[in-house]
């Protein structure tokens, strides 16, 4: 059993205001940009060839990970979402 | 919007509904205010709520009226390398019997529950409200204000139990704004629907008794370990990662579940399931060396945001702790507005009650174990050495045999070296 889409199975309101804004600039000069391995819903995703960090809201957990594993401040903001919004666990 | 209430408390999980429940009681009038559009939404766990003995005083029969999957009569401990596994199990009649030991349960419906029982004695739960900052007023935390509508809420005294980030206590000053890697840990999870029927065939159950499983050596030589729980008619399987090892572990947390999920050991439970959600959270496993100013001036922090979570590498603790320091924040407030008396020093009975309790005596007797799961030998070759001494055990193939000392340091000085198995065997043995 392997499961592909695995990221398919989380429910969400999605805010269109985004609790986390990332400025990617910091990202180029971090050496282990561990952001990108450790966000268990795959929302940095770093890209060798256009040397930039990626990031999208929509599909964050709430977890606080890369909150946690960024040691450079790369967040403008970092909060919860809107009161509503965000990750809807129904049953787990 | 301005709405004043005697008391705060933001987070509906379970620190916070016990807090809130406490002091509505006690005839308080209470907010209790949760970001998700029901309280329980955000939250996930590995699966095992503990007893909670100061719960069960309260709330009587809970475990009749609350919202449980099973009751946990079986536990058991697996040690695993890619191609063999090495388990022990422990069940118990005792554990069989009300009031019963451990329950798997739903985070979404029984928090919902928890903070519902609040809300019939009186507290006044607020949904979809995240809270932006603390409203600070000569020092002292006198209100909150809300993401939504730029609202505030005032009130002599708030608890902080939101949660592993608190960002409540943050702002309150009463946490260090960054944390330490080493200190955290991400739990990934993934429910599989699976008929009731099958599940008891498959791991020897009846009525509603549950299982429960830990895995160690299932996370490719990371700091972690494997879970396995039974619900009603699901099986909740995931991984707790520690933060500081997958940061440059080079391997993603969901790659990791899909390979534990695939292997033949756990495959074979889950053979015809259907996967329900997948989820994750963070858990504070620094114990007590990470735990924050728990008293402030008008704030008290109580549950995850106070790092109440003990972990000895054979229990993880965190909801019955949650709840019962909930429920002393609740007293200590309630004492506070006896007294009138709000300030750091009137507030610090909530300290002593915790000192008193099983939370601060539990987390000091194993203050050393978080540092001494932090020994990658434990999470590979450990499981390996295990796995193939009882491999040469079992294996009867014409050649001579050794005797099981020899067999055992041969395996673990080609493993490890003596050395190592010495240091670390102290080590596990102050730890626990």
């Known amino acids: 059993m392997n499961i592909d889409d695995l990221f398919d199975y989380t429910s969400y309101t999605i805010d269109r205001e985004p609790h986390i804004i990332l400025d990617p600039q910091i990202c180029v000069g971090c050496d282990h940009r561990g952001c990108a391995n450790s966000c268990p819903a795959g929302c940095y995703t770093w890209s060798e060839k256009e040397v930039k960090m990626a990031f999208v809201h929509d599909s964050c957990l709430e977890c606080g990970t890369c909150y946690i594993v960024c040691d450079r401040n790369a967040f403008t903001r970092w909060r919860y979402p809107r009161g509503g919004f965000g990750v809807s666990y129904r049953m787990t | ?432």
């Open chain 2, 1 to 432: 919007m301005k709405r004043s209430f005697q008391a705060i408390v933001v987070g509906a999980g379970p620190a916070g509904s016990a807090a809130a429940f406490t002091m509505a009681k006690a005839g308080l009038d209470v907010a209790l205010l949760e970001r998700g559009n029901f309280p329980g939404e955000k939250n996930m766990f590995g699966g095992i709520l503990h007893r909670i003995p100061a719960l069960d005083n309260v709330l009587s029969d809970y475990w009749i009226c609350a919202p449980i999957e099973r009751h946990v009569v079986k536990k058991g401990l697996t040690f695993m390398t890619g191609d063999a596994s090495f388990s022990v199990q422990y069940e118990s009649q005792a554990f069989d019997q009300t009031p019963y030991n451990g329950y798997t349960v739903f985070r979404p419906r029984f928090d919902r529950w928890l903070a519902e029982e609040a809300r019939k004695a009186g507290a006044t739960l607020l949904t979809r409200s995240t809270v932006d900052d603390v409203v600070i007023k000569s020092g002292k935390v006198v209100g909150v204000t809300l993401l939504r509508d730029r609202g505030e809420i005032a009130a002599p005294i708030a608890v902080a139990a939101d949660g592993v980030l608190s960002f409540t206590a943050l702002k309150a000053g009463l946490r260090r704004p960054k944390f330490d890697a080493g200190q955290m840990a991400l739990g990934v999870k993934a429910l599989f629907d699976l008929p009731k029927a099958a599940i008891e065939d498959r791991f020897g159950l009846v009525r509603d008794q549950g299982y429960s499983n830990e895995f160690v050596g299932c996370t490719a030589g990371l700091r972690g370990g494997g879970f396995l729980y039974t619900n009603l008619d699901s099986i909740s399987v995931g991984l707790v990662l520690h933060l500081g090892s997958l940061r440059s572990g080079g391997r993603t947390p969901y790659d990791l579940l899909n390979a534990f999920i695939e292997t033949p050991h756990i495959a074979r439970f889950l053979k015809g399931g259907r996967l329900l959600e997948y989820s994750a959270h963070l858990i504070p496993e620094g114990g007590y060396g990470m735990i924050p100013e728990i008293v402030g001036e008008g704030i008290l922090v109580a549950g995850d945001a106070a790092g109440f979570c003990n972990v000895t590498g054979l229990n993880l603790e965190g909801i019955n702790l949650a709840t019962h320091s909930g429920m002393l924040a609740g007293k200590a407030v309630v004492e506070a507005h006896r007294e009138k008396d709000f300030s750091r020093r009137g507030l610090s009975v909530y300290r002593k009650m915790l000192e008193e309790s099983y939370i601060m005596k539990d987390l000091k007797l194993y203050r050393r174990a978080p540092k001494m799961l932090h020994n990658d030998a434990i999470y590979q070759a450990y499981p390996e050495i295990l796995c193939s001494f009882m491999e040469d055990i079992y294996r009867i193939d014409g050649t001579p045999k050794e005797n099981l000392h020899q067999l055992f340091l041969r395996t673990a000085r080609e493993k490890v070296g003596y050395r190592k198995l010495l240091a670390d065997t102290y080590a596990a043995w102050r730890a626990l």
